[in-house]
């Protein structure tokens, strides 16, 4: 059986920023150690607007305003799915938690959300009347907030598609959005140059922060949500207490617009972007000036940072990025090969890749270890959805979103044999420490057991009434435990394919974990909540 001992604190979330538009229609990835470029992703016919991340890192969505979306592939640097049915300019993408939704803003005066599996269209959601120009995701995903032209925002249910209620307040246009950790407030911001703190639950203005003297153009929040940072026309970045409703730090020096801002993971610092060829650093606690970050030739259009802070990545539309050590001020690389204005840089989650748009049409993606290009596995049309290699790294074992299974030579970079019968998305996969098998899990949902000797089915393992998120194998190989949507774990035994025990959870479980004894076992479910397991009574 299995008992829960105690819980953990909610876990964080990983923010990802966008920029603003890039008129040479390009993203590019690069390696931020080397400044070595890892691919141009091309495809789109007119500036890219923005661009963001799914939480894994392995994809990235822009968009752009030839009215369509890309999802890439940032292994391969493939396309694939373009995402089309809005009628205008796409303004803003914003993905769920879980990475399985996409929910894009547009000039067309709706938002679409979009299944980022399939590429299919899974509701409008209607009722601005004028621009969409900002959108943000719930931390629970279920709910998105969008900013317009109309002068209002908007709540709405992700599952159901409806407009739950309209924040009225706000004498201009809306142009951004940003949500506070707890999911249940949101801060606006608009040229009629005030910001806006919002009840979510009620729909209330909670206060206005006035200072500005000029247009709004960024905002950010602290992970403690206690401060809010926000970029102005007015040349002035404004640091705000929330729980006072008053400007604590208005942080001058800036001779242009403030095109970016983007805070530091541990919330005490904030980096500025200013269309003045400049980069400043702030301390948010004292509002002295740390640093003046030089090299760019024109305007700064996007920043983004490391998730150990240690450094952050700018675009300009001086048609270069630069890596600039936060310790030093340094520009450790200058990032060149787009032909045309950056329009908006983002970083995986582990800090080993970024990517950047840019209006050449491209994006591109670098490896930040080696500086090398990242192998391409040509030829292939699905998406890589997960991968496992065996214990003397000799096998690559990889799933993909059309139901197979690759088993690659890891040294000769050759197919040894592809492992079908999985009929949906493969969303997991573990070798057991032996490497003679492999557990793969699928949004069929059921589990697979494979001979990777044989390439033989030796069994399937039913249980699960919704999509296996995640998989481990306890370190003796013994045992399974699989994670799911259905909102319970499953342990199995992997030699008879007996089913063990089960947890049942209040949503669903996105992933898990197992100590080396086997037997305490950490899950992780929707609302960021950590459940420490025990698993009893076994031999």
Request: charged letters at 20%; proline letters at 3%.
């Amino acid at each position: 059986m299995l008992s829960r001992p105690r819980q953990s604190e909610r876990g964080r979330q990983t923010k990802i920023a966008s920029g603003p538009a890039s008129p040479d229609q390009t993203l590019r990835v690069w390696d931020l150690k080397s400044g070595q470029l890892v691919h141009t992703l091309t495809g789109h016919r007119d500036w890219i607007n923005a661009v963001t991340l799914t939480p894994d890192g392995h994809r990235a969505i822009s968009a752009s305003s030839d009215h369509t979306l890309r999802v890439w592939n940032l292994e391969s640097g493939r396309s694939i799915h373009i995402l089309k049915g809005h009628a205008d300019s796409v303004n803003a993408v914003a993905v769920t938690p879980e990475g399985d939704l996409a929910i894009s803003a547009s000039s067309d005066h709706t938002l679409r959300v979009w299944n980022l599996k399939s590429g299919r269209l899974e509701r409008t959601l209607q009722g601005h009347t004028g621009w969409v120009n900002t959108v943000r995701v719930t931390p629970d995903g279920r709910r998105a907030i969008s900013g317009s032209a109309d002068h209002t925002l908007r709540l709405w249910d992700l599952r159901s598609g409806q407009s739950v209620r309209t924040l009225e307040g706000h004498t201009n246009s809306v142009t951004a959005v940003v949500l506070m950790p707890d999911g249940r407030r949101a801060i606006s911001g608009s040229p009629d140059h005030t910001l806006r703190v919002w009840n979510l639950e009620s729909g209330q203005s909670l206060r206005t922060l006035a200072g500005h003297t000029d247009w709004v153009t960024a905002i950010e929040v602290t992970p403690d949500g206690r401060r809010a940072v926000s970029g102005s026309a007015d040349h002035t970045l404004r640091m705000w207490d929330l729980e006072r409703g008053q400007s604590a730090h208005t942080l001058a020096g800036q001779t242009n617009n403030v095109s970016a801002v983007v805070l530091m993971p541990d919330g005490r610092r904030a980096a500025l972007a200013s269309d003045y060829r400049l980069l400043r650093l702030w301390d948010l606690e004292s509002g002295k000036l740390l640093k003046v970050l030089a090299g760019h030739t024109d305007w700064i259009t996007a920043v983004a940072v490391t998730a150990d802070g240690r450094r952050v990545i700018s675009a300009s539309a001086d048609h270069t990025l630069r890596v600039w050590h936060l310790g030093s001020g340094k520009s450790v690389h200058r990032l060149t090969g787009h032909t045309a204005l950056v329009s908006a840089v983002a970083v995986t989650p582990d800090g080993r890749r970024a990517i950047s748009a840019s209006a050449d049409h491209t994006l591109r993606i670098w490896d930040l270890a080696s500086g090398r290009t990242v192998r391409v596995l040509e030829g292939q049309t699905e998406l890589v959805s997960t991968i496992a290699v065996t214990p003397d790294g000799q096998r690559v074992v990889w799933g993909s979103s059309a139901g197979a299974l690759f088993v690659w030579d890891s040294e000769g970079g050759e197919t040894v044999r592809i492992l079908t019968g999985h009929p949906d998305w493969v969303t997991a996969v573990v070798v057991t420490p032996d490497g003679y098998r492999a557990i793969s899990a699928s949004a069929s949902p059921t589990l697979r057991v494979w001979d990777l000797e044989s390439g033989q089915l030796v069994r399937t393992l039913s249980g699960h009434t919704d999509l296996i998120l995640a998989v481990v194998l306890t370190s003796d190989g013994r045992r399974v435990i699989s994670a799911s949507a259905d909102h319970t774990l499953r342990v199995w035994d992997v030699e008879g394919g007996n089913f063990i025990t089960a947890f049942s959870g209040e949503g669903p479980i996105l992933r898990c974990a197992v100590a080396p004894d086997g037997r305490t076992i950490v899950a992780r479910d929707k609302s960021g909540q950590d459940h420490f397991l025990r698993l009893e009574g076994l031999e």
